[in-house]
C-alpha cells in the first residue's frame, strides 16, 4: 500500500510564500503524474498543479506564475513552491500520485493566506 505524506502547510500573509512536499511510500519514478489538488469549504476539489512521467508540467490559470511544482526523484518526493499567495489560495491541499491506473491520495495540509 503506497502513501503519501504531505507537509509545509501553515498561515502565512497574503504576498508571502510556503513551500509543500509530498513524500511518497514508494518510488515516484514509476508514477504517471503526480499532482497538487487543493479544496476550500464549500468548493469543488480542483488540480492546482501536475506533474507527468515526462517531466511535463500543467497549472491551472489562478496559479499560474506564482506557483511550481518539482519532483526529487531520490527522494521520492514532489514539491509545491508557492509564492505571491493570496487569500483566495487558503485550502487544504492534497498530494495525489497515480501508478499505472491507480491513484493514491495523502491526508492533505491546511494552507492559510491571511489578507
Known amino acids: 500500500q503506497v502513501q503519501l505524506v504531505e507537509s509545509g502547510g501553515g498561515l502565512v500573509q497574503a504576498g508571502g510564500s510556503l513551500r509543500l512536499s509530498c513524500a511518497a511510500s514508494g518510488s515516484i519514478l514509476s508514477t504517471n503524474f503526480m499532482g497538487w489538488y487543493r479544496q476550500a469549504p464549500g468548493k469543488r476539489r480542483e488540480l492546482v498543479a501536475g506533474?507527468?512521467?515526462?517531466?511535463?508540467?500543467n497549472y491551472a490559470d489562478s496559479v499560474k506564475g506564482r506557483f511550481t511544482i518539482s519532483r526529487a526523484n531520490t527522494k521520492n518526493t514532489v514539491h509545491l513552491q508557492m509564492d505571491s499567495l493570496k487569500p483566495e489560495d487558503t485550502a487544504v491541499y492534497l498530494c495525489?500520485?497515480?501508478?499505472?491506473?491507480?491513484?493514491?491520495w495523502g491526508q492533505g495540509t491546511q494552507v492559510t493566506v491571511s489578507s
Open positions: 495525489n500520485a497515480v501508478w499505472s491506473t491507480v491513484a493514491y
Open positions: 506533474i507527468y512521467s515526462s517531466g511535463s508540467t
